[in-house]
T-cell receptor, first 116, second 115 residues
């Protein structure tokens, strides 16, 4: 049973570019959350997708957008990259629906984004 | 607003000794608390969670955590540390506002276990 997978592993971009990160949830999970982890910090919540809709959003600008597909996989898009967007981007999946707050979020290995 | 604090940036323990990694929380209502571990250049691995019930929660790799409501703490413990336990440990609380989706993490505590 595969866990949460993310691609790519590493990515280098320049300021102003756009990037797309991908996530496949753990088998049987239907909810995907994205987090940004800056160096030396704990992860910070970006947004969560359930039933192909953004259900909750953290304190991130509109440059950060996402999508969830019918197979529950998800993408994180970041436009107009800034140097400060350099971080480890983590995807987490959970089920069922994450509506009770008691579900466990399982994390992927992350995508390391470097913006030059 | 919900929050967690990990008061120690680093904890040093000798192999075979017990270890404690501290976490305190601030929530309105009942807390849902989690511990995760992160190895270098890796994602977070789930260790254990407290939702309700017994205040002593047992988790993966021999770790356990004690929920203390009066002290608003959820300290992670292990009776005998291993060198392989050296990693970054994160305490998290579920954000009970909104749709209860996200986790709020502490800044992390680096655990170093020396032989």
């Amino acid at each position: 049973d595969a866990g949460v997978t993310q691609s790519p592993t590493h990515l280098i971009k320049t300021r102003g570019q756009q990037v797309t990160l991908r996530c496949s949830p753990k088998s049987g999970h239907d909810t995907v959350s994205w987090y940004q982890q800056a160096l030396g910090q704990g992860p910070q919540f970006i947004f969560q997708y359930y039933e192909e809709e953004e259900r909750q959003r953290g304190n991130f600008p509109d440059r950060f957008s996402g999508h969830q597909f019918p197979n529950y996989s998800s993408e994180l898009n970041v436009n107009a990259l800034l140097l400060g967007d350099s971080a480890l981007y983590l995807c987490a999946s959970s089920s069922p629906g994450g509506l009770t707050g008691t579900d466990t979020q399982y994390f992927g290995p992350g995508t390391r984004l470097t913006v030059l | 607003a919900q929050s967690v604090a990990q008061p120690e940036d680093q904890v040093n323990v000798a192999e075979g000794n017990p270890l404690t990694v501290k976490c305190t929380y601030s929530v309105s209502g009942n807390p849902y608390l989690f511990w995760y571990v992160q190895y270098p250049n890796r994602g977070l691995q789930f260790l254990l969670k407290y939702i309700t019930g017994d205040n002593l929660v047992k988790g993966s790799y021999g770790f356990e955590a004690e929920f203390n409501k009066s002290q608003t703490s959820f300290h992670l413990k292990k009776p005998s540390a291993l060198v392989s336990d050296s990693a970054l440990y994160f305490c998290a609380v579920r954000d009970l506002g909104g749709s209860q989706g996200n986790l709020i993490f502490g800044k992390g505590t680096k655990l170093s276990v020396k032989p």
